[in-house]
């Protein structure tokens, strides 16, 4: 049986994703490109690798190491230039 993978809810403070039997929080803290978009875009994930994870409509690629301890990885965007 395939792998679940999915937006299990999205709340006032962050997106819990569905990766096969586990949820895995991301604060709008810590994964702001969450925060202020239209829902369609947050639901439309992929996973092209396993552990790898991928909003096509934000362009958002993210691991699954940066999403259980984003205090790890500093963030960046192509703003910051």
Do not use: N
């Amino acid at each position: 049986m395939a792998e679940q993978l999915g937006i299990a809810s999205i709340s006032a403070h962050g997106v819990w994703l569905l990766a096969g039997d586990r949820e895995l929080f991301m604060s709008y803290e810590a994964f702001p490109w969450f925060k202020d978009v239209p829902i369609g875009k947050i639901l439309h994930v992929e996973e092209p690798s396993p552990g790898h994870f991928y909003w096509p409509e934000l362009d958002v690629d993210l691991g699954l190491e940066s999403i259980e301890h984003p205090e790890r990885f500093p963030l960046r965007s192509r703003a910051d230039g």
